[in-house]
């Protein structure tokens, strides 16, 4: 039987080009951290190549949809044990204090009307400056949302205004808190077609559907 040749010392590589190697791999690992996973799995992309990719969206999906998933198993466990789910209503940040209110007599600027399917989710945006207000409100023809509105910074900033589950209508002034993109993220966990319409006015750029 032929045994295979154990190599030589030569031909081992050197306690230098062992550690070179470990480097180089760290290395490696260290910018695929910074540049693929973190904006693909948590929507942090310090690099801003995350954004470029279209990853940094992706993974601020991921963590919507992680969130629903905890608000889902904190209602499944109240139904569970006979307590009715309440609505949660989470205030995050303070929308307007110091900035005049959006005149409630203006007509609304825009209105946008969608039609979610049992577990489809919609994403609107609105461009706005740091300081811009806009007057907003929305509401379903049935059915409930979940929803989320927050905002992604033109320099990779990122904060949530307000979440909600199990709503059927909001409405409201947003402040934006810095430049970029400011809106509405709804998801439909009712067992009927959801048709939601929101309509807004202030001081705003463009409006897009994102999702």
Do not use: C
Request: charge should be negative; proline fraction near 4%; charged fraction near 25%.
């Amino acid at each position: 039987m032929y045994n295979t040749d154990m190599p030589t010392r030569a031909e081992l590589p050197t306690t230098r080009q062992l550690l070179r190697s470990t480097l180089i791999a760290a290395v490696a690992a260290a910018a695929l951290l910074v540049t693929v996973v973190l904006p693909a799995e948590y929507g942090v992309d310090p690099t801003g190549i995350g954004g470029v990719l279209g990853l940094k969206e992706m993974g601020e999906i991921k963590m919507q949809l992680a969130e629903e998933a905890q608000l889902d198993a904190a209602e499944a466990v109240a139904v569970d044990t006979s307590t009715p789910a309440p609505v949660i209503t989470e205030q995050v940040e303070t929308l307007a204090e110091t900035v005049p209110e959006v005149n409630s007599e203006t007509a609304w600027q825009d209105t946008v009307v969608l039609v979610l399917k049992p577990g489809e989710a919609a994403e609107i945006k609105l461009e706005m400056n740091k300081d811009d207000l806009a007057g907003y409100e929305w509401t379903t023809n049935q059915g409930h949302l979940n929803s989320d509105l927050h905002a992604d910074g033109a320099s990779g900033e990122f904060t949530s205004y307000r979440k909600g589950s199990k709503e059927e209508s909001d409405a409201g002034e947003l402040r934006a808190l810095f430049d970029g993109a400011h809106g509405w993220f709804w998801r439909n966990r009712s067992k009927v077609d959801v048709e939601v319409t929101l309509r807004v006015k202030g001081t705003y750029g463009e409006i897009k559907r994102v999702v």
